[in-house]
């Protein structure tokens, strides 16, 4: 989990990394990534998208092991980095 920095929103321990693209569509193709990521664990990031660069923090309000980073927010920040590099990662048409 590089470059993820702790930080706090409405007093809550989050960590969050900005993500860097070269085209918008790019950018928006990444942020409906993490929007069905999130859907599918009922777990939902703030995110903040700006031309060439979106940022996601994860942080956990309210559950029963409490509030903060828990296991949940760092697997699905791992996960972030996941879908980062596949968007990012050029396909080859070459057939071979």
Request: proline content about 2%; charged content about 20%.
């Amino acid at each position: 989990m590089n470059d993820w920095i702790s930080c706090q929103y409405d007093s809550i321990d989050h960590i969050e990394k900005s993500f860097v693209f070269k085209k918008y569509s790019q950018a928006l193709a990444f942020c409906n990534a993490i929007a069905c990521l999130a859907e599918a664990h009922v777990h939902h990031p703030r995110i903040v998208i700006e031309w060439g660069k979106i940022a996601v923090a994860w942080g956990t309000h309210q559950s029963n092991e409490g509030s903060g980073v828990l296991a949940i927010d760092r697997a699905l920040a791992q996960r972030c980095d996941t879908l980062y590099k596949q968007i990012n990662t050029p396909v080859s048409l070459n057939s071979g």
